[in-house]
């Protein structure tokens, strides 16, 4: 059978470390980067006669979450132990949410390139994170090659949300869109720094595939623990092919864990995935259980800022922008302040839009700055856009005045002042020079009448020359023409 006839079924699950203080159930540092094994105490080790009290900022946090996803926010839910034995989790017990979740039942709208599409959010609940096993020694330093390990649990007990993705994604592609939705809501929402290098963003893709046109779902398997938007799409366009040549040979597709080796671009077997029934869930008895009311749940959804979504539907209506323009100046909250602010200062957003995703961003790119060290604000690039509308200057000077702009701060009316750079939209000027042009170049004038309209770039090119580029591109052109066609 060809690839192309299996339809992919995909589900992700998102574990987000939530940015409070301190962690879940203790008063233990959340810090990143110290010392290993130095933000510990009974109560994260597990150790015996020690109580956990449940961190009153994780829970907000968690329920924002819930807000943003657009799920019901449980006024009744409970801590569970999930039990298993792993070196990074010292109390052989995971302290999560299994029947009584935090949040469920939510959404989450992507945009693809057929359009807006909605992907199901089964449940966002709350748990604490486990240890961090650093393997060492081997060719890689990665688990399945690796000769020894080192357990730091300055990481266990840190507070996190894991968001759980009904299994709506039916590519790669869609879960890019829908995890770079996700970390935009959770950095508006100021709840997690999405640092993904630090691994406070992580992400699990479960992997299926079907014949095209049947209901029924396919065996899947799970990729883990990737710190990646890039791997997570590499992994799922990987495990979906090897898959289709499983299936194409007659045999099946065993469920299990896998894992994404980088070096080598592949999904390799971790071990048999669990079901539910393994982990022997049962109420955690050291926990109260998390009872809200509705004034504080209420309290928490208005306390929320616009989020990306709504944003950009906004920037399209109020500024003309297109949906493509809209989501990349929402994809970051301090990008869609900053342009907000500009498009104030000027009658044309949308070339204020341009010129940021433009020449500045690359500009940012090119000498690593962000938007904080910028030596220019909102009303000097409103300027530049409004002395090329104004046709002061054109597109071709506007670029030599943005660099000025960009590396030295100065205003653009200044630049283009001092450096005598105004454009001229005098006709009769205008006419003149284009007068002695034709008259200096009667053959090519033959060559335009004979029907080599191409020639016509010449000319203009000409009278730029004469005027030292500062001639009105556009009235030489039309100027041209009209003594051209007569």
């Known amino acids: 059978m060809a690839f192309e006839d299996y339809e992919p079924v995909i589900g992700l699950e998102v574990h987000c470390e939530l940015k409070t203080a301190t962690k879940l159930f203790c008063g233990c540092p959340t810090t990143f980067g110290n010392e290993a094994n130095t933000q510990v105490c009974p109560v994260c080790l597990g150790l015996p006669g ?23 926010i449980a006024d009744y839910s409970k801590m569970d132990r999930k039990n298993y034995y792993y070196p990074d989790l010292p109390k052989a017990y995971q302290v999560s949410q299994y029947d009584k979740p935090l949040n469920y039942g939510g959404y989450l709208d992507i945009v693809t390139k057929e359009g807006t599409k909605r992907i199901g959010v089964t449940r966002a609940h709350l748990e604490e994170d486990a240890g961090k096993l650093v393997h060492a020694g081997g060719k890689s330093g990665r688990l399945d090659s ?8 300055n990481r266990g ?38 640092n993904m290098e630090e691994g406070s963003l992580r992400c699990d893709a479960n992997v299926s595939i079907r014949k095209k046109g049947t209901e029924k779902f396919g065996t899947r398997t799970e990729i883990k623990n990737m710190n990646s938007f890039k791997f997570v799409k590499q992994a799922i366009e990987y495990e979906i092919k090897r898959q289709a040549a499983v299936l194409d040979k007659g045999e099946r597709v065993i469920q299990e864990s896998r894992l994404w080796d980088v070096t080598e671009n592949k999904t390799k077997s971790m ?25 504080y749940v209420q309290k928490l959804k208005v306390e929320l800022p616009e989020l990306p979504g709504a944003k950009r539907a906004r920037f399209e209506k109020d500024h003309g922008l297109t949906a493509y323009d809209a989501g990349v100046l929402t994809s970051e909250q301090e990008l869609g302040q900053w342009f907000e602010v500009g498009a104030k200062l000027t009658k044309n957003p949308k070339g204020f839009a341009n010129w940021m995703m433009g020449d ?46 960009f590396n030295e701060g100065v205003s653009p009316a200044e630049v283009v002042k001092s450096k005598g750079m105004a454009q001229v939209s005098d006709p009769k000027a205008i006419e003149a020079a284009v007068d002695k042009v034709l008259a200096d170049n ?45």
Not at 271 to 295: C, G, M, Q, T
Not at 379 to 401: F, G, H, P
Not at 460 to 474: D, F, R
């Open 442 to 486: 009667p053959n090519v004038v033959a060559d335009y009448k004979s029907g080599k309209q191409g020639v016509i770039g010449f000319l203009v090119g000409k009278v730029m020359q004469a005027s030292q580029g500062k001639a009105n591109p556009k009235m030489v052109n039309e100027i041209i023409k009209k003594k051209l066609d007569v």
């Open 157 to 194: 007990g840190i507070p996190l949300v894991e968001i759980v993705s009904e299994p709506d994604i039916r590519s790669s592609e869609e879960a890019h869109a829908y995890l770079t939705a996700l970390k935009s809501i959770l950095l508006y929402i100021d709840v997690s720094d999405c």
């Open 271 to 295: 071990r048999s995935k669990e079901e539910a029934h393994d982990y022997r869930y049962f109420p955690e008895p050291d926990l109260v259980p998390i009872i809200l009311d509705k004034a």
């Open 146 to 153: 690796s000769d020894y390990s080192l357990a730091d649990y």
């Open 50 to 72: 020690t109580l956990p009290v449940m961190n009153g900022k994780a829970v907000e946090f968690a329920v924002k979450i819930g807000h943003s996803l657009n799920c019901n």
């Open 360 to 405: 500045m961003a690359a500009q940012m790119k090119e000498q690593e700055k962000e938007l904080q060290d910028l030596k220019f604000d909102q009303k000097k690039l409103a300027e530049l856009v409004d002395l090329v509308d104004a046709e002061t200057i054109n597109s071709k000077q506007a670029k030599e005045v943005f660099l000025a702009l």
